[in-house]
Nanobody, 122 residues
């Protein structure tokens, strides 16, 4: 089973940028669709972004469209999330996961990492 470890979180001012990395090991990363979700205290988990196994198609949650970009490097077994124009409401624990969809209109996740905290100050 693939092991997922996120990194790159931290504290950033509103308007700033961060890049998250998800390092995968022990499984067939290159054949899986992958994604990012986030969780804030008192809120439901929120879909952030997903990318197909070959990187050809990506999908984004409405709240991050135009600001975040998901990408992957199958040769390095890594998944990325470039976050620009960050807002205080982006503050959350972000985790990467193996994701599933039937039609790319909604996503669920299976195995996931522990997460990395992103805090955006106003």
């Amino acid at each position: 089973q693939v092991q997922l470890v996120e990194s790159g979180g931290g504290l950033v001012q509103a308007g700033g940028s961060l890049k998250l990395t998800c390092a995968a090991s022990g499984g067939a990363f290159s054949t899986e669709s992958m994604g990012w979700f986030r969780q804030s205290p008192g809120k439901q988990e929120e879909f952030v972004a997903a990318i197909t196994w070959n990187g050809r198609r990506a999908d984004y949650g409405d709240s991050v469209k135009g600001r975040f970009t998901i990408s992957r490097d199958n040769g390095r077994n890594e998944l990325y999330l470039q976050m620009n124009s960050l807002k205080p409401e982006d503050t959350a624990a972000y985790f990467c996961a193996v994701v599933y969809t039937q039609d790319m209109s909604s996503w669920t996740y299976g195995h996931r990492g522990q997460g990395t905290q992103v805090t955006v100050s106003s």
